[in-house]
Nanobody
């Protein structure tokens, strides 16, 4: 089982980044997926989540209107994306993709079965 994130980096405030996560080794097309982030000294939080079909999504209040989660179930490797616009310095964190063996959205880290290694996003002011 592999979840591999990419797309992180350094960007100025107001800029955009698109994170990708390639998930393989399970039938991840039937899993709910989420993007989490963890800043130094803070707890890991769910910033966005999506149901297995993509029909339901969740966004943390802090990212609503700026971030968009999407998924592509069409391939053997399931791809998860997070489009991040209007980035702010407070978005700086390590971002993780995660998979939960449930059809429905869940924002609790403990409910997720598989995790990627994380990708650093740094937003400069």
């Amino acid at each position: 089982v592999q979840l591999v994130e990419s797309g992180g980096g350094l960007v100025q405030a107001g800029g955009s980044l698109r994170l990708s996560c390639a998930a393989s080794g399970r039938t991840f097309s039937t899993y709910a997926m989420g993007w989490f982030r963890q800043a130094p000294g803070k707890e890991r939080e769910c910033v966005a989540a999506i149901s297995w079909s993509g029909g339901s999504t969740y966004y943390a209040d802090s990212v609503k209107g700026r971030f968009t989660i999407s998924r592509d179930n069409a391939k053997n490797t399931m791809y998860l994306y997070l489009q991040m616009n209007s980035l702010k310095p407070e978005d700086t964190a390590v971002y993780y993709c995660a998979a939960a063996n449930t059809f429905l959205i869940d924002t609790r880290p403990g409910k997720y079965d598989y995790w990627g290694q994380g990708t650093q996003v740094t937003v400069s002011s």
